[in-house]
C-alpha cells in the first residue's frame, strides 16, 4: 500500500519529455551527466522504453555542441 501511494512512477510521456528537457550544465562532468541520463532511461518500464535510436537521439541533443559532434 505504501508503494503504491509513494511510488515514483511516472507515464512514458512524462519520462520523454523529462529526457528531452534534460540539459548538461556548464561544468557538469560528463560522467555525472551519463547518470543522471540513464537514471531517466531506469524509470522506463521494460516494455516502454525508446528504441536505441530514439535514446541515442535525445542523449546527443542534450549535450552541448561541443562534445555532441564527436558523437553523430
Known sequence: MFLEMFADE???TMLLKELGSLKMEGK????????????IL????MDTKPHDSI???Y??????TN??????
Open 67 to 72: 562534445i555532441a559532434q564527436f558523437t553523430k
Open 42 to 45: 531506469n524509470k522506463f518500464v
Open 55 to 57: 535514446t541515442v537521439y
Open 59 to 64: 542523449y546527443t541533443s542534450t549535450l552541448p
Open 10 to 12: 511516472k507515464i512514458p
Open 28 to 39: 557538469e562532468k560528463v560522467k555525472d551527466f551519463n547518470q543522471r541520463f540513464i537514471s
